[in-house]
């Protein structure tokens, strides 16, 4: 390249940086640039557009950060190949439906970039249902600290200062934990499988909900763990076969939704909890309370709502909990609060495999849930989520499904369509939209005509045009 005409001029719109980068990544796009090319040393460049040098080196950075140039060390800087370089504005494929529907389908087809309203398969708010001003602040507030501090490992427990708000957060649910009890996570998915590889060996069995969140049924398996549903109704689990499958099968593990069950939005009634914590006792299982949920609870003065550990105050129970549901999903921030000693072992596990989660992501938490902001930003969803329920869920009805629990909080429905899911779930992604099956959401996996509704995903025409031509 010899760029001795000018290619920049300091009268145009943005940064001197700027135009030398769209300018020869132009001519590279245009094949102007032939890949292998040398581009003309930093000094050469600065001295033929009358710029800096260090202009220069930030443009050529810029380029070789965005794949069209390669820097050889002693050589230069040469025209890399784009041939093989991915469209980064290309939309992922749909999985074609002709595969075998299953967790990992769901997962997978949950990445797509699918406008949101064409999700109602989704476990995720909308992003104009979130704040991102908020996670925004947060991020420019931590680039402001000591930049030394953001270089290091965290602490293998966690950021201290975000363990010590928690610690007030759980007080509020009568839930008892010094910052040593707990222990900050890769979301609640990471929580569950420490607690899982602590506690379970291959051949042991773990119980969960029938229905449940899907995804960890896989990641059980995985670990050659056999996991049996136990069936939820309106008010928790059934006690009577919880009681009956532990005699025969022996859990080390049962995983439990208390309040804002995933799929039902339903919550434990107080009985149900005693009568958990009894079986738990009398056949020697931890209980993990999930309950990632939590913050779209509207309180106990408006609904009631038990939680096993503060009932159990962590001595059978670990408390699970995080914010990806209600600050951002990319927001990969949870946590453990169990016994002190568990908390150390489950803090020396997590330090083995991922050695320490990232303290930038938790220090942008403590900074929305330290300066009051958070408890108002959850009240705003919840008010949201509110406004639309019943409307939703009475549309849905009036086209021919049916909502069994009809729960005053949550973000989902547990809807009776009368018809096979999975084949509905087929149509539904070849017109773009994205269903949740009811089977995925058993250990069993068997054909189900229930499906999960996300009611924040609801307000796109044609996904009620579709539902209502299919549902019969």
């Known amino acids: 390249m010899r760029p001795s005409s000018p290619i920049i001029s300091r009268d145009s719109g943005g940064s001197l940086v700027e135009q030398i980068v769209r300018s020869v990544a132009s001519r590279i796009d245009d094949k102007l640039l032939r890949t292998g090319a040398r581009m003309p040393s930093i000094r050469q460049f600065a001295d033929e557009q009358h710029v800096s040098r260090f202009t220069v080196v930030e443009a050529y950075d810029r380029l070789v950060a965005n794949g069209y140039l390669e820097s050889r060390r002693g050589s230069g800087f040469f025209v890399r190949e784009r041939a093989s370089m991915i469209n980064n504005n290309q939309v992922a494929k749909p999985i074609p439906v002709s595969q075998q529907l299953d967790v990992v389908w769901l997962v997978r087809n949950m990445f797509r970039q699918l406008p949101p309203q064409k999700m109602p398969g989704s476990g995720v708010l909308p992003h104009d249902w979130l704040d991102g001003e908020l996670v925004a602040n947060g991020l420019r507030a931590i680039s402001r600290v000591n930049s030394n501090q953001l270089l290091h490992y965290g602490t ?128 020697d299982f931890m209980i993990v309370e999930d309950d990632i949920y939590c913050d779209m609870h509207p309180g106990t003065a408006v609904q009631p709502a038990t939680r096993l550990a503060a009932l159990d105050q962590l001595n059978r129970v670990l408390y699970l909990g995080g914010f990806s549901k209600t600050l951002a999903a990319n927001l990969r921030v949870g946590f453990i609060a ?55 869920t009475k549309k849905i009805e009036s086209i021919g499904m049916n909502v069994e629990y009809r729960t005053p909080a949550g973000m989902f429905l547990w809807a009776e369509t009368g018809c096979d899911t999975i084949a509905l779930t087929e149509k539904a992604l070849e017109q773009g939209i994205l269903l949740a099956p009811g089977s995925l959401f058993s250990p069993n996996q068997l054909p189900s005509t229930r499906m999960r509704i996300n009611i924040a995903a609801m307000s796109d025409p044609g996904v009620w045009e579709f539902l209502k031509k299919e549902i019969k």
């Open 338 to 392: 169990t016994s002190h000693e568990l908390a150390v072992r489950l803090s020396d596990r997590k330090m083995l495999s991922t050695l320490t989660t990232t303290e930038i992501g938790e220090r942008v938490v403590y900074k929305i849930l330290s300066e009051g902001h958070y408890r108002k930003h959850a009240d705003r969803i919840r008010v949201k989520l509110d406004s639309v329920r019943d409307q939703v």
């Open 156 to 283: 293998p427990q966690g950021f201290l200062p975000l363990r010590q708000q928690l610690q007030l957060k759980l007080a509020e649910l009568e839930i008892a934990a010094a910052p040593e009890q707990i222990v900050m996570t890769s979301g609640v998915t990471q929580a569950l499988d420490l607690v899982a590889r602590e506690f379970t060996q291959p051949g042991d069995t773990i119980f969960v909900d029938d229905p449940a969140w899907f995804l960890m049924f896989g990641s059980f398996a995985i670990l050659g763990a056999k996991v049996i549903g136990i069936p939820r109704l309106h008010d928790g689990p059934d006690v009577a076969k919880l009681a009956e499958l532990a005699a025969l099968h022996k859990p080390k593990l049962y995983i439990i939704n208390s309040v804002m069950h995933n799929p039902t939005s339903t919550s434990l009634s107080a009985a149900k909890a005693f009568q958990v914590l009894k079986a738990a006792e009398e056949h």
